[in-house]
């Protein structure tokens, strides 16, 4: 302030008998104040891992960006070097407070936002700039600066702040500018089943060995063994030579210390999520917003099971077997707990908008993708006694008896969360995966599900099943979120979600059968087309499983493919799922009984969206998200000279 007053004498003992006006700059334009909130992604505790997503935006949507954050990690994933580096602890959940580019902050309720300002236009060379923010308190911030540098500061949340800059030339001329800067931070819930929640794209890839692991099927005896790529590093037995049954918890854990890393394993929640990939957008595209996202969906759950009530996990964390729960609550009551909290502190503070995707698991998904995949034998018999196995036939039953009843307590339970109607709840649907090119189904096979020897995609069950999904599943899903057709809506208007099934269109072009010339060398050369991408030869195969001859770990899990849809293979390489809390009829006896391999398809991600299909479901999303947000046109900036003084 001193230099302001300086300049202001400066003016006054002008020897000029005419007042000396503050002039505007000539040049480019007229001088303005730009301003924008910090990593204003509020799970990043780094400002550098959200400049990486700035970096990767060139306003051409998500899946573009997905593609360049791809590209600069060769395909080995970006999400890698920033899932350690979130407000979450180990076991997945939110932490309290957050310690943020060194402040600690409360993650629900932050009393200050920081932001960086800037002035634009032109100012003469060599201006000194005399900055003030003023949001009521006693002094107002000052800062003296260079008028070419960035300004940060934190501004106080929920009460403007008055930024103002006095420009002093060389020449003697003042000018001022001036501009309110409210900060708005966007309350976000996700919540839902494994398509929410990334399922078969864990933030750490599984590493992958270069030799082979054994595995003896169902039956045992002469000829049952086969070998496929293990966990790098596991330091155990390799071979089945232990008799069954013989292997110690100790080595378990030690297998499972190699496993892939999760933003939460009990959940298989993952960064690649849409949900994620949504909101972390959302915080790019909008400068003047910070977005504090509340993750909660987990794979495996149903409305009943995983929404309304606890469910069964998906995989116990990396070396905390033996503090593993097994179950993991309600996402409801950790929804309305973590907005309790919130609203202790600020009464104010409420959902903006909540992100949901469920229903697949109400009609047994995974057992409809067992019936496709699992040939008639031993182990199908096995499936189908512990309930694993669902026809087509059975899961349309549930759709049209369980399912609305099911949809009916989700509205009930939702409606106190979101001010008593679900406008802003964004229901996104479902994707065909099951689509070849040009719309047309996937034909079948063994290609791409050649990573258990039990294991054939057989082309009738297939088309029966992707025919319910298209023709039943998808549209009783549709009316029960929007309350059309016959379904039972007591209060239509209240009772109506936003939904967004954009996508489907896209994803019927990227089904789990599409092959490009394009695709991986990896995926072209050693992903056989007809179902031969392992070596048969035991001996050779405890050696090099792959017939292609490379290592697997040049297997590149995040690289850009036709396929929008993870393979049995893909999902083998990419997470490499040994699954948890399983009934008791299907326990594999050791960790080299095959029925790990099964059971690693079927829970582990076989038949849910890549990366990049997740990065289409959040372009889907993004209208929708802007639209129920009320995002419109930036506040205009005051730009005046200073008055003539008195």
């Not at 005896?221 to 918890?249: L, N």
């Not at 479902?430 to 599900?449: K, L």
């Not at 025919?467 to 009772?495: H, N, V």
Request: proline share 7%.
């Amino acid at each position: 302030m001193r230099r302001f007053f300086i300049a202001i004498l400066a003016i006054l003992s002008l020897a000029s008998t005419e007042p000396v006006l503050a002039q505007q700059p000539q040049g480019d334009g007229n001088l303005r104040i730009e301003w924008e909130v910090k990593n204003r992604f509020r799970l990043f505790r780094n400002e550098a891992d959200f400049l990486r997503h700035v970096a990767a935006n060139r306003g051409d949507g998500t899946l573009a960006a997905e593609m360049r954050l791809e590209q600069r990690t060769a395909g080995r994933g970006w999400a890698r070097e920033m899932v350690d580096r979130l407000c979450v602890d180990g076991a997945g959940r939110l932490t309290e407070t957050c310690q943020r580019d060194g402040e600690r902050e409360s993650y629900l309720t932050p009393e200050s936002h920081p932001i960086s300002t800037k002035l634009r236009g032109a100012v003469p060379a060599g201006s000194q700039c005399i900055w003030n923010f003023d949001d009521g308190s006693v002094p107002p911030q000052s800062i003296t600066a260079d008028c070419g540098n960035e300004i940060g500061v934190r501004v106080r949340y929920g009460k403007p702040t008055i930024a103002s800059v006095g420009i002093t030339a060389p020449d003697g001329n003042i000018l001022q500018t001036s501009i309110e800067i409210a900060v708005r931070d966007f309350l976000i819930a996700g919540i839902g089943d494994s398509i929410a929640a990334g399922e078969g794209n864990p933030d750490k890839p599984v590493a992958l060995s270069g030799i082979g692991f054994c595995f003896r099927d169902f039956l045992g005896g002469p000829g049952s063994q086969f070998y496929r790529p293990g966990r790098a590093r596991y330091p155990g037995d390799k071979t089945c030579d232990a008799a069954m049954g013989e292997v110690k918890s100790g080595t378990l854990l030690e297998w499972q210390r190699q496993s892939a890393g999760w933003m939460s394993a009990g959940c298989h929640r993952s960064m690649y999520g849409y949900q994620m990939r949504a909101a972390i957008d959302l915080a790019v595209d909008t400068p003047h917003a910070a977005v504090t996202f509340l993750p909660l969906a987990c794979a495996g759950a149903t409305i009943e099971n995983g929404i309304l009530g606890p469910q069964r996990i998906r995989e116990c964390p990396r070396n905390t077997r033996e503090d593993c729960a097994g179950t993991s609550p309600g996402q409801i009551a950790q929804l309305r707990q973590l907005l309790t909290q919130a609203q202790q502190k600020d009464r104010n503070r409420a959902l903006d908008l909540l992100l949901l995707t469920v229903g697949a698991n109400d009609i047994n998904f995974s057992g409809l993708v067992a019936n496709v995949i699992l040939e008639p034998g031993a182990e199908r018999s096995l499936f189908t006694r512990g309930g694993i196995i669902a026809t087509p036939e059975q899961s349309a039953q549930v759709a049209d008896t369980q399912l609305p009843a099911n949809f009916a307590k989700l509205r009930a339970a939702l409606k106190p969360l979101v001010g008593s109607t679900l406008r802003r709840v964004l229901f996104t649907t479902y994707g065909n995966m099951a689509m070849g090119e040009r719309g047309v189904p996937c034909p079948g096979g063994r290609e791409g599900f050649d990573i258990n020897p039990a294991f054939n995609a057989d082309p009738a069950r297939l088309r029966a099943v992707q025919s319910f999904f298209a023709d039943r599943f998808l549209p009783k899903i549709r009316s029960l979120a929007t309350c059309e057709g016959s379904t039972l809506c007591a209060q239509p208007d209240a009772d109506r979600m936003t939904f967004v099934d954009s996508h489907q269109r896209e994803f019927e072009e990227h089904g789990f059968c599409v092959r490009s010339e394009t695709d991986p060398a990896f995926d072209q050369q050693c992903f056989s087309a007809t179902g031969e991408s392992f070596d048969s030869d035991i001996v050779q195969a405890a050696n090099s499983p792959l017939v292609c001859g490379a290592k697997a770990s040049e297997f590149r899990p995040y690289a850009s493919r036709a396929r929008w849809a993870r393979t049995a293979n893909d999902s083998y390489f990419t997470a490499m799922t040994y699954p948890d809390g399983l009934p008791s009829v299907l326990q594999p006896a050791d960790i080299h009984d095959a029925l790990w391999g099964i059971l690693s398809a079927v829970y582990g991600g076989a038949i849910h969206p890549t990366a990049e299909g997740h990065a289409a479901m959040a372009d889907a999303a993004r209208p929708a998200i802007r639209s129920l947000l009320e995002l419109t046109q930036e506040p205009a900036v005051d730009v005046r000279p200073l008055p003539p003084p008195q």
